[in-house]
């Protein structure tokens, strides 16, 4: 059975045989993990992870897909395939009948790559690592600093909840049909001790509009959000320079003029 890969649904399958051990061997299985795999598309990863797991849930989205996964996968008796789009997945039902904190992998498609990664983040008590396979330049920016032109609200978002670390690069030739930039296979991994903030969304919300306005002075870009004078206050006290720009403070600070706040 031949699936000709959609464009429209971010179809690239990952054909390179040492690509998909290097990942194998990246995830670290054991037999009593609980696994959901996002897109798994023909099934080449996933079957090489259900020998090594407990159980395995692949999601995917495409019909014609789903049809060939099933096949695929008819020896191993320890995975489910669910017709699913991922952005409609009920999570907290799945997770509910879970006993065990779940691994997600995926080589996922890139058009959803930020709305997965927030979803995945919402249910951060029961999972228990994220592997996935990102652009490189969005894996880059996952784990800038400031000073790099590459930070911004993606890379404090993905720091706030995890330590974000790019394991290797992908070359683009790794995949059929052939995308037009190259991949970084990544791992999210949840801190262990979470960042203590007074208000979460609050801190998300600032991130979000100081970056909207990265060369702009804070005090003008956060102006609707925070009173100018408790601004002032925040940069005495932390020794902060008053004209300071989005791009030169870091998630430290963000979460330090929360909580001062
Ligand atoms: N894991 C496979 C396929 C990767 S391509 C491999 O490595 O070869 C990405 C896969 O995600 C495709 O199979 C595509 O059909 C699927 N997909 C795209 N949008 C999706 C969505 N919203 N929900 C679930 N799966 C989706």
């Known amino acids: 059975m031949y699936v000709k890969p959609k464009k429209g649904l971010g179809q690239h399958f990952l054909i390179d ?3 998909q051990n290097k990942i194998i061997t990246a995830c670290e299985f054991n037999p009593s993990d609980i696994v959901l795999e996002i897109g798994a598309g023909r099934g080449e990863l996933t079957c090489q992870i259900a020998k090594k797991v407990k159980s395995l ?3 995917e989205l495409d019909k014609d897909l789903c049809t060939l996964l099933k096949k695929n996968l008819k020896d191993y008796s320890n995975t489910k395939v669910i017709r699913q789009d991922i952005l409609r997945f009920n999570f907290q039902n799945f997770l509910n009948k879970i006993e065990d904190k779940i691994k997600v ?13 927030e979803q995945l983040f919402k249910y951060k ?6 592997f996935i396979t990102v652009q490189e330049e969005f894996a880059k920016r996952m784990i800038s600093q400031p000073g790099s032109r590459l930070y911004g609200a993606l890379s ?4 706030y909840y995890s330590e974000p670390e790019i394991l290797f690069k992908i070359k683009k030739t790794s995949f059929f049909p052939k995308p037009k930039i190259d991949s970084s296979f990544i791992r999210l991994k949840f801190r262990a ?11 998300l919300r600032i991130i979000r509009t100081a970056f909207n306005y990265r060369r702009k002075m804070l005090k ?35 979460i330090n003029l929360i909580n001062f706040i």
């Open 125 to 130: 008590e029961k999972i228990k690592d994220i």
């Open 17 to 19: 045989r040492n690509i």
């Open 105 to 117: 992998i995926g080589n996922i498609p890139y058009y959803i790559t930020t709305p997965i990664i």
């Open 57 to 59: 849930y692949a999601i």
């Open 156 to 159: 404090c978002f993905v720091q």
């Open 220 to 254: 003008n870009s956060l102006k609707d959000l925070i009173p100018e004078e408790k601004l002032q206050q925040f940069f005495i006290k932390y020794n902060i320079n008053p004209s300071i720009r989005a791009e030169k403070l870091s998630l430290k600070d963000f």
């Open 193 to 203: 001790y979470p960042i203590m903030v007074n208000d979460e969304s609050f801190l």
